[in-house]
Structures are given as structure tokens and as C-alpha cells.
């Protein structure tokens, strides 16, 4: 039996962190099992915001290797680097004759990007979600794991695959958002100001190249208050957001203990120890990033592993890719031999 298509990619800006494994990777571990998954680095993305590309190389390494060192297995899944599939490129151009320039306007993640960069509003920012249907397009996947902000995105691709189909046939399957069921785990910054972040905030996310004493003096600085003022009350976002690292890397008898320290607590009689509780989870988060972290680095520092890897990676990713472009081909008219 053919196994369904997924389709993701991650930017190779700023370093993978905690919720990226939580978030993504961990559900990207188990899908490799069950899917026929193509996981790649979008480095014609960065472009769009990160035109200076004298680290890019580097950074392309560090995510293929963080990607490995948590548990994706480059034998059973396409891992690549999305430059290396220059079919993508091609699609990307005709379905860009299929997009209109009001539709694009209007996607959230553009205005965002025209706000945060004024002087910087290139072409291929305003295509960004062109780009990223060719991505998923190209391997004709039925599956791509978002989240909620990506879904506009692939809401973009699906309109493009269903506009080339009524144009030119039926080729490409109209993709939808996966993931596997109940909420995705959400990991906050330490300082209780919204999401862990791959670039900013550095010292309120924890990555997965931190050290165990960055880790330690991060997690010692996060966010904490005077402790409840009754019984089994609510907890403020940033005091959940410590029982939930908890929750992800200590035993389950550590953090009833806390639950039980926290729900016992009330003015006057505080017996939840926020000082003891952040010292456990940093031993236990430290204990818990440093093989990532191990195995990520002995990865880069092999090169003749990490270009094995990638061009295999590519060989995979440009089979499957070369096939649905002759499709394309065919469908459009653009054989003329």
C-alpha cells in the first residue's frame, strides 16, 4: 500500500529550540514511521528577510543536523536542502502565473513583514506563499504539518493546486493541515511574553544548543511571582509554563510533588518553593537537551557524514519531484521535442 505524502520545512534562521521539538520535531519522529515524509531546509525562504548569506551555509548544516540529532532518520525520510531541487523553482514560476498580486497583498504574514521591514519589500516576499505551495506542491503531498499561523499559507496552496487543475488537468492533490490528534504542545518564552522564539528573546528560550549552565541560568531567571494567594487556584500563563517543561522532562512523581506544593499554597502560607522547583527542571531540562545537543555536533563536525546525507537527501527529494514536474509539463504543453 502507497503511503500518503508530507510535506515541511523549517527556515535555517536562528537556532532550533524547545518548542520546535515539542512543537514540530517530535511529531515529525513518529510520522517518518507512518508516512512517506519529505522534510526539508528552506534556504531560497531566508532570502526573503536574511539576504546577507555568509553565515547560511552554516546555519543549513546546524538544522540538518539538529534535525537528525532528534530523531529523524535520513534512511527513512527525504531530508534536503530545498535549493538542491531546482524543480521546485520551476513550479514556483508557473504557479506564480496563476496568483494575483491583491490575493498576495493580503496574506497576514506580508503585512507583517512590510511592518518589520520597510526597506526591504522584495518580490519574492510578496511570492513567499507561492514558494511554499511549489515546496508542497512538488511532491503532490496530501499532508502538511502547520500550525495555526501557516494554515493561511496552505489554505494559498490548495486555491493554486485547484486553480492549475482546472486549467491544465487534474495533477496537482489539493494538500490540508496535519497534525496527530489534541493540541500541539505550546512552549512559552521564560518570560512569559509569547512563544519561544528562534532569534529573538535568546535569553527566555532555550535552545537546542544551549549548554547546561546557559540552560541553568536561563531557567533560574524565568518568571515567577509570591505563589498563590488560596488554595488550588489557577496559575498565572508563565507558572503554567513551567509545570508544562516540567511536565515534558521530569518524572511524573517530580511534578505531582509541585502540583502539590502549588495547589497547598495561600497567603501567608506559601509552600510552593519556586527557587527548588526552577533548580529541578534545570537539571532535568539540561539532562534532557544535552544528547540533542551531543549528537547535533558530532554530526557537523563530520562533514564527510553531513554531504553524504545531503546528497542523498536531494537524490530523493529530486526523483519524486522530477516526476510530478513531468506531469506538469505535460498537462501545460510545455513539451515541444
Request: with cysteine; proline share 4%; net charge neutral.
Amino acid at each position: 500500500m502507497t503511503k500518503e505524502v508530507v510535506v515541511s520545512g523549517i527556515r535555517p534562521t536562528g537556532f532550533l529550540h524547545l518548542g520546535n521539538y515539542f512543537g514540530a520535531m517530535r511529531n515529525y519522529v513518529r510520522m517518518q514511521h507512518e508516512y512517506n515524509c519529505y522534510f526539508f531546509v528552506a534556504n531560497w525562504h531566508s532570502l526573503t528577510t536574511h539576504p546577507d548569506t555568509s553565515e547560511l551555509k552554516a546555519s543549513v548544516h546546524r538544522v540538518i543536523a539538529e534535525n537528525i540529532a532528534c530523531g529523524l532518520d535520513p534512511e527513512k525520510v527525504s531530508l534536503y536542502i530545498q535549493s538542491d531541487i531546482h524543480e521546485i523553482a520551476e513550479l514556483y514560476l508557473y504557479l506564480n502565473m496563476l496568483a494575483y498580486k491583491g490575493e498576495l497583498e493580503k496574506t497576514p504574514t506580508f503585512k507583517d513583514k512590510v511592518r518589520l521591514q520597510p526597506d526591504n519589500v522584495n518580490a519574492g516576499l510578496l511570492t513567499y506563499p507561492v514558494l511554499m505551495a511549489a515546496d508542497i506542491l512538488i511532491h503532490r503531498a496530501v499532508k502538511v504539518p502547520v500550525g495555526k499561523d501557516q494554515e493561511q499559507h496552505l489554505e494559498i496552496a490548495r486555491n493554486f493546486a485547484e486553480r492549475f487543475n482546472h486549467r491544465y488537468g487534474e495533477v496537482l492533490p489539493a494538500p490540508y493541515a496535519f497534525n496527530y490528534g489534541g493540541e500541539l504542545v505550546k512552549i512559552m518564552s521564560l518570560d512569559g511574553n509569547g512563544k519561544m522564539s528562534k532569534s529573538e528573546n535568546q535569553m527566555n528560550t532555550l535552545y537546542l544548543a544551549d549548554d547546561g549552565d546557559l540552560i541553568r541560568k536561563k531557567i533560574m531567571k524565568a518568571k515567577t511571582d509570591q505563589g498563590p494567594s488560596e488554595p488550588n487556584s489557577a496559575k498565572p500563563d508563565y507558572i503554567e509554563n513551567l509545570f508544562t517543561l516540567m511536565r515534558l522532562v521530569s518524572t511524573p512523581n517530580t511534578v505531582q510533588k509541585f502540583e502539590d506544593d502549588y495547589n497547598a499554597s495561600s497567603a501567608g502560607h506559601t509552600v510552593i518553593r519556586y527557587g527548588d522547583m526552577k533548580k529541578q527542571l534545570a537539571e532535568d531540562m539540561a539532562a534532557f537537551i544535552a544528547p540533542i545537543r551531543e549528537k547535533a555536533a558530532d554530526i557537523q563536525n563530520n562533514q564527510e557524514l553531513l554531504s553524504r546525507i545531503i546528497r542523498q537527501g536531494a537524490e530523493k527529494a529530486r526523483h519524486s519531484a522530477a516526476e510530478t514536474m513531468k506531469l506538469v509539463r505535460q498537462s501545460i504543453g510545455m513539451n515541444y521535442a
